[in-house]
């Protein structure tokens, strides 16, 4: 039986049209916020989706209107033959977005192929300038690459590349100036993302530091002024400095959430759809997939964890509410 060309509408008449995809939990970092504290615990080889099985599985997507892919990770750019994968990716019919999200670690070996690719857009996680602090967050002596990476990537004519920085109170609270300065001197986006407790990771037991804190101390590098919302904007609030040639952004998921205009599915590495980053909820599509069913009894999987993608995310009500690894989960 074929797939009807459909929409994935939920409950709330949310149009479900951008599938984030964790091609991994594998992380060449270990980064404070994300990895959970003590566990070691990594997925099997046959546990994780192979790329023929992410394939089938998005092209399934498609018929049911998915039009945007993101792929994260873990660490995208640690899975054998990402690049390859990347151009099976855009090579496929239907999609008009697909990005990819990094650490940027590896990115000045892997720019060309990315971008021959076809991939056009980058995020890549930066929390700090400083090589000292850089390390004492991800574990890793890895600033310059990381920065040689981005240059690479501008190089290249990546546009645009967005900047990651999970404000870190205590932590990077003291560079998120420095941080967003860097839109005067690069065309970057430079977005601040909330913490989002996630896992019981090292940090949970510190007070965030939320949207009206972060954007009250950039204001001291002048007025923040909007910038007109284009068509595949996601969640943040995009404004930009005057006379700045890059802008800032802040996604705030924890005070200001955007549950209302959430368009989002993730598929994990492990095989499951989840309908929402912040709530435990999720289908398992590796099983019937792996057992042979058809394409119409995925697209059901799609279907049921649509139907369950709560209204608003718990984590206001409930920080402890959400017991899965974002490294596995993806950003
Ligand atoms: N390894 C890639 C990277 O570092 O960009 C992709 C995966 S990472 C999980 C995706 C994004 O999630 C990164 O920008 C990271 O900073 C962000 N992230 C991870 N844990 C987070 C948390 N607890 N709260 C907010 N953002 C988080």
């Known amino acids: 039986m074929e797939i009807k060309n459909t929409h994935l509408i939920d409950r709330y008449k949310r149009n479900l049209n951008y599938l984030r995809i964790s091609i991994t939990d594998r992380c060449n970092l270990r980064c404070l916020y994300c990895r959970p504290s003590g566990a070691g615990y990594k997925l099997k080889h046959r546990e994780i989706l192979r790329y023929e099985e992410i394939l089938r599985i998005t092209r399934i997507g498609i018929r049911l209107g998915i039009s945007k892919i993101r792929i994260t990770g873990g660490e995208p750019l640690v899975r054998k033959d990402c690049c390859e994968f990347l151009g099976a990716l855009t090579r496929l019919r239907g999609l008009n977005d697909i990005s990819l999200t990094t650490n940027g670690v590896l990115l000045t070996d892997y720019i060309d192929p990315i971008a021959a690719a076809g991939i056009k857009r980058l995020n890549i996680s930066l929390d700090t300038l400083d090589r000292n602090k850089y390390k004492e967050i991800t574990g890793v002596d890895a600033f310059e690459r990381v920065w040689q990476g ?172 959400i017991n899965g690894e974002m490294v596995r989960i993806g950003g």
């Open 150 to 321: 981005i240059e690479a990537a501008r190089t290249k004519g990546i546009d645009p590349i967005k900047i990651n920085v999970v404000a870190l109170n205590g932590i990077n609270d003291d560079e998120l100036t420095d941080l967003a300065a860097l839109s005067f001197q690069y065309p970057f986006h430079i977005r601040f993302i909330e913490y989002m407790p996630i896992g019981h990771t090292r940090l949970c037991d510190k007070a965030p530091l939320l949207y009206p804190q972060i954007r009250s101390r950039l204001e001291r590098l002048g007025e923040l002024l909007p910038v007109a919302r284009a068509p595949h904007d996601g969640p943040a609030m995009r404004y930009k400095f005057k006379g700045a040639i890059g802008e800032i952004g802040f996604i705030s998921a924890v005070s200001r959430h955007f549950c209302n205009e959430c368009n989002r599915l993730r598929l994990t590495a492990d095989g499951r759809i989840r309908p929402c980053l912040l709530a435990d909820i999720h289908e398992d599509i590796k099983t019937p997939l792996r057992a042979g069913r058809l394409d119409t009894e995925l697209a059901d999987v799609f279907f049921r964890a649509v139907k369950r993608k709560p209204f608003q995310h718990p984590v206001k009500l409930d920080p402890n509410a």
